[in-house]
DNA sequence: CCTCCTGAGTTCGCTTGATGAACTGTGCTC
DNA sequence: GAGCACAGTTCATCAAGCGAACTCAGGAGG
């Protein structure tokens, strides 16, 4: 046999990549540009000029990933009245598409740390409350906060199965 | 003017978008596979072969994803011998590599809570130490659990410039 | 009423990236 | 020294991303 070469490997055949849940978000939010429409998205950008402007996305494109996160309840089209304007809509986050937030923050913070020039970074998150940074943390249902990746143990699940044994 | 038609919104001369750690992190680890690449690398997957048969991506697409990852510290080339066999080299996370962690449990989080069919989640995440559930949180350095993206404020830090007004 | 303007797309030709199959090269075993 | 397994590379095909041009709808202005 040629599997299980090496030890520390979370068996292969135990889990299920295709049910993946990584493999699955990516297939949503993976695409080129949907993650940058959520950036603006959580700035405050809600209207398709503005993130076609702020994004310089193809219009084509724009629209599609617009449309394939509507589709997924990410965003919501809003009809929406400007003052001496004709009724447009915009584009809006739904709770799916709040709870993507913490791949943001992460994302930003490992770009933070790595990619700019002399801790100069672009944007703080700051707590609304106390102006305090804001970052994020592992922590378990026991209360303790987990220092890194190798406290942290991957359990793949079987699915649960009917009648066959 | 057509900018700045509603409130709320970062005003978007006040922030570099080509400077933005999202963006930069994406551009380092958002093309097609390097994730699943990841994902695997957490999981113990350190040889080309294992990458390949597990994930199914394409030789020349994982060769070049590998590459990249290593050019940009994430993954580093080890050489090693198995007995019996001719010397080889494997992928093994760099610090910079393991601090993407957070990215991934936050992509998995949301898959789990979304696309999991009847909370049957494919894997679990638990603390080594108690066996207790894992997950992210928000926190800030006073030491105040955010309870969500509302709680964020964005605060776009403009660059320190030297001589021009 | 006719024309211009703007937001929100759609269509189109081109370029880039992904895919799977076939091929290369190397060091070990038989 | 033939065969095998690993780690790629090359190649033809196919999908995706790109910018520019075009469409369509509704309001403003003359």
Redesign the pocket.
């Known amino acids: 046999m040629?599997s299980a070469?090496y030890a520390g490997c979370v068996s292969e055949a135990l889990w299920d990549r295709s049910r993946c849940s990584v493999a699955g978000t990516l297939a949503v939010i993976g695409?080129?540009?949907?993650l940058l429409v959520l950036r603006e998205a959580f700035l405050g950008v809600r209207?398709?000029?503005?993130?076609?402007r702020v994004l310089?996305?193809?219009?084509?494109?724009?629209?599609?990933?617009?449309?394939t996160l509507v589709d997924h309840g990410i965003l919501r089209?809003v009809p929406?009245?400007a003052p001496?304007?004709?009724?447009?809509?915009?584009?809006r986050l739904t709770q799916k598409g709040i709870d993507l937030h913490p791949t943001l923050v992460a994302l930003m913070a490992w770009g933070d740390r790595y990619l700019a020039e002399d801790g100069d970074v672009p944007m703080e998150l700051r707590h609304r409350d106390c102006g305090e940074l804001v970052h994020l943390s592992l922590v378990c249902d026991a209360g303790h906060e987990l220092s890194g990746a190798r406290d942290v143990l991957p359990v793949p699940r079987v699915p649960a199965q009917g009648g066959d044994g």
Request: proline share 3%; aromatic share 14%; glycine share 6%.
């Open positions: 040629n070469h695409e080129k540009w949907s209207r398709f000029a503005d993130f076609q310089g996305a193809p219009k084509a494109v724009l629209t599609d990933r617009l449309t089209r929406y009245q001496g304007e004709r009724q447009r809509h915009e584009y």
